[in-house]
Structure formats: structure tokens, C-alpha cells
């Protein structure tokens, strides 16, 4: 055994390159497959490097770098980040982003799941159920927060008519100091609820029939279905949209940017910050690349657990 | 639950064959008995209101508040109806907000990073799915590694990038390619398309082979009119995507004369004095196309949408 095991790489090795004219055709003719292959792969590679990876290491970088546009970008050292760790708007954009993902989840995490449940068992209008719940997906996102901008008017805007109508008192929304921020989490929530909602019915309809005629059988209420059948069968499917939840909420920028503005400290999120850094206020991309640094070792930690999942999944 | 579905994931019907469905939670019989009839009917009104109320109404106040003059928009006790519809509103802020122009902007980029995506991701993916040079699995792999960086955290590396192209030297701020390139750089439709050629039997390509066709033969005759599934899920998609975006947009079109209808229509929102029942007729605009592409296609919207909770 051991010797026949030797024995092979010797005899596989003489079929290498440069042995006789039939394995020199064999060699020519698998350089130029690669060759082709590659030729058809570069545009891909091409656009991947410079517009993903370079970008990412880059990144990292510039967060240790001064840039001016004047002189060559510069070494800084740790400078951007201790810069950031003593501007209060720093601080005050982290907590932003944790409360906004924080109200987003108890406002827009179950709701999905209650509404897909219900769906499921409706026989009628189902696909009027299904075009409504996804159309403000649909929508372009600048679309729906302007739409709700209106809405919100404390003036003569729907939601204060409303209140007026029904005798409550009226609401400034976004204007309001205490009430900007669950403002823009129901505009975030009205927005995405439909995606969610969409794939927990595709996850419904995947659970076996027979599943549920056993536990009928067995005389398991609807309730002890919905519990011990319904729910175990979506654990996968409401962890992955969990982490998805958080990953996209963590990076919410429209809402805060279109209603309450870039410099709203009730509102400001880290996104928004990085783009005050960046682009408006204080025009530092070394300091904005700090903090896309930090945002990202956060939402890494998120991305990794969902990649591992369904993977495994697979 | 396992692999992407190349084809729509088989959903069911409506309540026409309702008898024949999949088992539920609830079942028929279940439905039919005494009380429980009255709470489904209770239970199905309810549901049907809510929708309707969030969101129906919404869409329906839009289309209406467009529709409506200043003086009837602007009333503290609004109606539902719009008492003396304005239908010009549209033409005037087509004209006069230059949403023609946005939109046509908007139509252009979005039709060129839908090409230029297909052609550069097929060509990819069908590299690495039936030509599997050495180092394949590599690229692949890095590729996919790009689906776990947020967006957000590339934000500014890739503008600078874009700004200056290393090696090109080439400034894209302000042209179509700023936002069509890195569309291209998109794993998750390299990583869809090959899933789907890796189902493509090898010996009908080396059939094809033995005739004399070449690899862009194949490519182009064999491999392409058999995905015309997954292709049409990834176009509409990519169409989709581009016309959504926003921040990138923002940052790399910076004339005016450039950007698209969601930007244009961001910073008029701020800066402008149009009327805001231009302004709402404005926004039915932005949506119209949306709108309409998710009618046509809703099948392959959601069973792609389910499928794409699967990736990685």
C-alpha cells in the first residue's frame, strides 16, 4: 500500500510539462483555454478590483491617512480615530443607529412574520394581499420618504388632519424633538415590511401538509400547530431576515438625511455622519473612512454569522 | 430552502383551486364549521381594511394630491376627493421641474448598467461555471467575499476611486459610467447565472464543440437561450436596483443636468418653489415605472425575492 502511494506522484510527475510532443500539444492547448477563460472573466475581475476590492483595502488606508487634495495623502497614524472618539456627534450618531435599529426591529421584525401567518390562511384576495404588502418596496426609497414628508406636515399634512378629525392632540412628527426619531422608523418599517412579509410566505408554503394533518391528528389546536409546527419550521428563515434586518437598518440614511436633515443631533445616524465627514461639513475623507471602518468591523461581525448560516444551510 | 431556485419556485394559485392547495395551519374543513366561518370572514375584513388603509391610501393620496389645485391641496380639513382635478399638473411638471429631462437620464442609465451588467457578469459567470480556468474557485470566492461588505463601509474609498481610477487615470464623476461600472462589480448575479450554466449539461456544450462551434458560439446559441429564465430575473433586478439607488447616485452626479429623477427630485424637495402639487405629480412619476415593471413581473419578483434570501 504505502509503496503504491509512493509510487504515484513519480509516475503521475513524468506526464508534466516538457515530456514528448502529445502532452506539449495537451499543455499548449490548456493555456489557451485559461487564456480564454480569462479573457472572458476579465471585465468581471476588472470591475471587481477596482470597484470592490481595491475600494476595501483603500479604505482601511485612508482611515490612517490625512487627505487634502493638496499635498499626497498622508500618514496620521491613529489621529482620525481619536479625532472621532472625541466629537460628541460620534457618539451621538452610534446611539441614533442602535435606537433607530432598535425601534425598527420591535416595530418591523414580527410584524412580517403576524402578516405572513394570517396571509397564508386567507382564501381570498390573495394576490391583492400580496401586490399591496411589496408595492412601497417597489417604490423608489426617495419617493416614499417625500411622500411621508407631506404626510408628516404639521401644518395641513394627512396624519395631523387625521389626529384634528378624531379630537387627539396633533404631533410636530419629524420636527418634533421627541418624536422625530419613531417618525422616521415608520416610514423605514412601511417601506421594507413587504420584502420580509413575502419571504416568510415563500417559507410557509414550503412546510409539508402532513405536518399539520399529523398534528390535527394527534389533536394539537391551532395554536399548539402554530407553536410546534409553524414557528420551528421558520426558525431558519427568521434568523437569516433578522440579520438582515440589522444589517440594513444599521446603514439607514435616507430617512434621517431627507426628513431631519444632516445636522439634527436627534436623528443623525452613522451614515449620514460619514457623509457630513465626507462630502458637507467637515470634507475630511480620512476621518469619514475611520469611521466606514468601524461601521464595517460591526456590520462584518453581523455579515459573517448570515454568510455561515446559509451557507451551512446549503 | 436550500439552493437558489433558477426557475419561479412553484407558488399557489388563487382561491380558485383552493380545495386542492397545500394543507395550512387551518384546514378546510376546520374553515367550515360554525363559529370559525364567522371569524374568517371578521378576521378577512379586518385584514382587508388595514391594507387598504396602509397601503392603498397612501399611493391613493398621492395620485390624488397631484391631481388637486394649491388652494384645495393646501386646505386644513382635506378632501378625498379632488374636487376640480387638475391633470395639467403632470404635463407642467414634466416641463417645468424638468422631470423630463431626469427621467430620461434615470431610462438611460439604468438600460446601460442593465447591459453592461449582463455582459460582463455572463461572460463571467459563465467562465467560471464551464471554461473553470485554474484559479476559478479563487476568483469566485473573492468575488462572493464582496457580498459581505456593506455598501455603506465602501462609500468613500469608492468615490475616490471613481473620482480618479488607479491605473486608467480616468475621472468618472458626472458620467454614466460612475454608476454602470460598479454595478457590474455584482456577485450575486455572477453567483446566480453560474448556478444556473452549472445545470447545463457538459455534453451538449461539447456536442456543440465537436460541430465547430467556438466558446462564444456556445455561449451566445446554447448556453443564453436556455437561461432565459434566470436572465429575466436578473434583468429586472438590475433595472429595478438602478432606478431605486440613491446615495450612490448623489455623490458621484453632481451637475444637475445629470442626475437622476430620485436625486433631482431630493434636492428640489429642498431647494426649490414648486408647487407642491407639482411636486406630488412629480413623485407619481418616479413611480409610475416601478409601478409597472412590478405588475408585469410580480411572478419573478417573488419567487427571485425568496430565492435571493437564500444566497451566500
Redesign the interface.
Known amino acids: 500500500m504505502a509503496l503504491l502511494t509512493a509510487d504515484k506522484p513519480r509516475t503521475t510527475r513524468t506526464t508534466e510539462p516538457g515530456d514528448g510532443p502529445g502532452t506539449q500539444g495537451r499543455l499548449r492547448r490548456r493555456i489557451q483555454?485559461?487564456l480564454?477563460?480569462?479573457a472572458?472573466?476579465a471585465?468581471?475581475?476588472l470591475?471587481?478590483a477596482?470597484?470592490?476590492?481595491?475600494?476595501?483595502v483603500?479604505?482601511v488606508i485612508?482611515s490612517f491617512q490625512q487627505?487634502n487634495f493638496v499635498t499626497d495623502p498622508y500618514w496620521v497614524g491613529a489621529e482620525n480615530f481619536e479625532v472621532l472618539f472625541d466629537d460628541p456627534l460620534f457618539w451621538t450618531a452610534w446611539k441614533n443607529t442602535v435606537v433607530f435599529t432598535g425601534l425598527a426591529l420591535v416595530l418591523g421584525y414580527a410584524a412580517p412574520l403576524v402578516l405572513a401567518?394570517?396571509?397564508?390562511?386567507?382564501?381570498?384576495?390573495?394576490?391583492?394581499?400580496?401586490?399591496?404588502?411589496?408595492?412601497?418596496v417597489?417604490?423608489?426609497?426617495?419617493?416614499v420618504v417625500?411622500?411621508w414628508?407631506?404626510?408628516y406636515d404639521p401644518g395641513?399634512g394627512?396624519f395631523n388632519?387625521v389626529l384634528?378629525?378624531v379630537g387627539l392632540p396633533e404631533s410636530q412628527w419629524t420636527q418634533g424633538s421627541g418624536s422625530a426619531m419613531i417618525s422616521l422608523v415608520l416610514v423605514s418599517t412601511?417601506a421594507n415590511l413587504g420584502?420580509a412579509t413575502?419571504?416568510y410566505l415563500?417559507?410557509?408554503?414550503?412546510i409539508p401538509?402532513?405536518l399539520?394533518?399529523a398534528a390535527?391528528l394527534d389533536g394539537a389546536s391551532?395554536w399548539q400547530?402554530?407553536r410546534h409546527?409553524?414557528l420551528p419550521q421558520l426558525r431558519?428563515?427568521m434568523l437569516?431576515?433578522l440579520l438582515?434586518q440589522v444589517?440594513a437598518t444599521m446603514?439607514v440614511?435616507?430617512e434621517p438625511f431627507?426628513l431631519t436633515g444632516t445636522s439634527n443631533p436627534d436623528t443623525i445616524t452613522?451614515?449620514v455622519l460619514?457623509?457630513r465627514y465626507?462630502?458637507t461639513v467637515n470634507q475630511d475623507?480620512g476621518l469619514?473612512?475611520a469611521m466606514?471602518?468601524l461601521?464595517?468591523v460591526v456590520?462584518?461581525v453581523f455579515?459573517?454569522i448570515?454568510?455561515r448560516?446559509?451557507?451551512e444551510?446549503? | 430552502?436550500?439552493?437558489i431556485a433558477p426557475t419561479p419556485?412553484p407558488?399557489?394559485r388563487?382561491?380558485g383551486d383552493?380545495g386542492a392547495a397545500?394543507?395550512?395551519?387551518?384546514?378546510e374543513t376546520?374553515?367550515r364549521r360554525g363559529r370559525n366561518r364567522v371569524v374568517y370572514w371578521a378576521?378577512?375584513a379586518v385584514?382587508?381594511a388595514v391594507?387598504?388603509v396602509?397601503?392603498?391610501l397612501?399611493?391613493y393620496?398621492?395620485v390624488a394630491?397631484a391631481l388637486k389645485t394649491p388652494a384645495e391641496?393646501?386646505?386644513?380639513?382635506?378632501t378625498v376627493v379632488p374636487q376640480d382635478p387638475q391633470p395639467q399638473n403632470f404635463a407642467t411638471a414634466w416641463e417645468q421641474m424638468n422631470i423630463a429631462r431626469f427621467f430620461a437620464n434615470t431610462v438611460f442609465y439604468a438600460l446601460g448598467g442593465w447591459l453592461i451588467q449582463l455582459?460582463?457578469?455572463v461572460?463571467?459567470a459563465?467562465?467560471?461555471s464551464k471554461?473553470?480556468?485554474?484559479l476559478?474557485k479563487v476568483?469566485l470566492g473573492?468575488?462572493l467575499a464582496?457580498?459581505?461588505?456593506?455598501?455603506?463601509?465602501?462609500?468613500?474609498?469608492?468615490?475616490?476611486?471613481?473620482a480618479d481610477?488607479?491605473i486608467f487615470g480616468w475621472n468618472l464623476i458626472d458620467t454614466p459610467w460612475a454608476l454602470w461600472?460598479?454595478a457590474?462589480?455584482n456577485?450575486f448575479n455572477?453567483y446566480v447565472l453560474k448556478r444556473f450554466f452549472d445545470q447545463i449539461p457538459n455534453d451538449l456544450l461539447d456536442s456543440a464543440a465537436i460541430d465547430g462551434a467556438g466558446?462564444l458560439r456556445i455561449l451566445w446559441s446554447i448556453v443564453l437561450p436556455l437561461s432565459r429564465p434566470v436572465l429575466g430575473v436578473v434583468s429586472i433586478f438590475a433595472i429595478?436596483a438602478m432606478?431605486?439607488d440613491?446615495?450612490w447616485p448623489l455623490?458621484v452626479l453632481q451637475d444637475p443636468e445629470k442626475q437622476t429623477?430620485?436625486?433631482a427630485?431630493?434636492r428640489l424637495?429642498n431647494t426649490s418653489q414648486v408647487p407642491?402639487t407639482e411636486?406630488?405629480a412629480g413623485?407619481v412619476i418616479?413611480?409610475v415605472p416601478?409601478?409597472v415593471?412590478?405588475?408585469i413581473f410580480?411572478r419573478s419578483?417573488?419567487?427571485g425575492?425568496?430565492a435571493g434570501?437564500?444566497?451566500?
Open positions: 483555454d485559461n480564454l477563460a480569462y472572458f472573466l471585465g468581471g475581475i470591475c471587481f477596482l470597484f470592490s476590492w481595491y475600494p476595501l483603500r479604505g485612508l487627505v401567518i394570517l396571509l397564508n390562511e386567507l382564501r381570498h384576495f390573495k394576490a391583492f394581499f400580496r401586490i399591496a404588502v411589496y408595492l412601497p417597489m417604490l423608489p426609497p426617495i419617493v417625500l411622500l414628508k407631506y404626510f395641513n394627512l388632519a384634528r378629525g412601511w420584502g413575502l419571504m415563500a417559507a410557509l408554503q414550503g401538509g402532513e399539520y394533518e390535527e391551532v400547530r402554530l409546527v409553524t431558519f428563515i437569516v431576515l438582515l444589517i446603514q440614511f435616507i431627507q452613522v451614515m460619514i457623509y465626507a462630502f475623507f469619514a473612512a466606514s471602518v461601521l464595517f456590520l462584518g455579515s459573517a448570515y454568510l448560516l446559509t451557507r444551510a446549503q | 430552502m436550500t439552493a419556485v407558488t399557489r388563487r382561491r383552493g397545500t394543507r395550512t395551519l387551518v384546514s376546520e374553515l378576521l378577512l385584514v382587508t391594507f387598504v396602509a397601503f392603498v397612501p399611493l393620496w398621492m394630491g391641496l393646501a386646505q386644513a380639513t382635506p455582459v460582463v457578469d461572460a463571467a459563465y467562465a467560471l471554461l473553470r480556468p485554474a476559478g476568483v473573492m468575488m464582496s457580498l459581505m461588505l456593506p455598501a455603506a463601509a465602501l462609500l468613500v474609498p469608492a468615490y475616490l476611486t471613481v481610477v488607479p461600472l460598479p457590474a462589480a456577485a455572477v466558446r429595478i432606478w431605486k440613491f446615495l455623490l429623477l430620485s436625486v427630485l431630493s424637495a407642491q411636486f406630488l413623485l418616479a413611480s416601478m409601478v415593471i412590478f405588475l410580480q419578483i417573488i419567487s425575492l425568496s434570501s437564500m444566497k451566500g
